[in-house]
């Protein structure tokens, strides 16, 4: 051979260790291999690199897939040209299933630790949604009882403080004999808020609220509405008017209305 130097860097003892080569190019390996020493040993040289690289990255297989793998193998190599080599030289076949098992064990290592990663990332984002929600409600139940202590406070300033708040009962009309209510009205603060402990009022179905109204200058104006349902302790803070001269109660469809309906006048008392 002309330049045997060229021949070994040329890349086609790599390609014929790893079978891919076509039969005609196996032979004529095989024929240099047998004509130059320096060409068996460049072989042998590769083949022993690759061994090791392969065992030093290499994930032992289960005993029962390994057979599997080998049986596939031997099966399928007396059908292919590809592998001829691999069937005459032992350390090389023996390479080459431990590489192909090791690969399939590492793949099938991987899979499994994606499965079980992704399952803990669910049950994380479950267990992370639990604890936002009993967070919230903790939340939720700690603003209630702060609002609940701050309607006790109120109530309690306003009935020590008579002179500050000035406290109106409504009394009902022929339309709701039974109805009453009490408001607290501050001039200074501008300040309305009815005392949900004296609230009684015939029940409202869900498509119509009670509205509570100030007269101004002969005028009504709009305090806000509620329900008769709003039966906890404590004070409810309505709209804020300036000059009232008096409060009434009438029933509104839901959400209130820009003027009273007089035919539904529930309650109403002067200051």
Request: no cysteine.
């Amino acid at each position: 051979m002309k330049d045997l130097k060229t021949y070994l860097e040329s890349g086609i003892l790599e390609l014929y260790i790893l079978g891919d080569l076509s039969s005609e190019e196996i032979r004529e390996v095989e024929n240099t291999i047998a004509q130059h020493p320096e060409v068996k040993a460049e072989v042998e040289a590769i083949e022993t690199a690759l061994q090791a690289y392969a065992l030093s990255n290499a994930i032992q297989p289960s005993e029962v897939v390994r057979k599997r793998i080998l049986n596939s193998m031997e099966a399928s190599g007396s059908n292919e040209g590809s592998v001829v080599h691999l069937q005459k030289t032992g350390s090389a076949s023996n390479f080459y299933k431990y590489a192909f098992a090791a690969s399939v064990a590492l793949l099938l290592v991987s899979v499994i630790l994606l499965i079980n990663l992704n399952n803990m990332l669910k049950e994380s984002n479950t267990q992370l949604a639990v604890l936002q929600s009993e967070n919230q409600q903790y939340s939720n139940r700690v603003n209630f009882m702060n609002q609940e202590l701050e309607d006790s406070k109120k109530f309690l300033e306003i009935y020590q403080q008579p002179a500050a708040y000035k406290l109106v009962s409504l009394k009902g009309t022929p339309k709701a004999p039974a109805a009453s209510l009490t408001v607290a009205f501050s001039p200074a603060k501008e300040e309305v808020m009815i005392d949900l402990s004296s609230l009684k009022m015939p029940s409202n179905d869900e498509d119509h609220q009670y509205q509570l109204w100030a007269l101004v200058d002969g005028k009504p104006v709009d305090l806000g509405v509620f329900d008769s349902t709003d039966d906890r302790s404590g004070m409810k803070r309505m709209k804020s008017v300036k000059g009232a001269q008096a409060f009434a109660v009438t029933l509104e469809p839901k959400g209130g209305s820009v003027n009273p309906t007089m035919e539904q006048m529930m309650a109403m008392g002067n200051i």
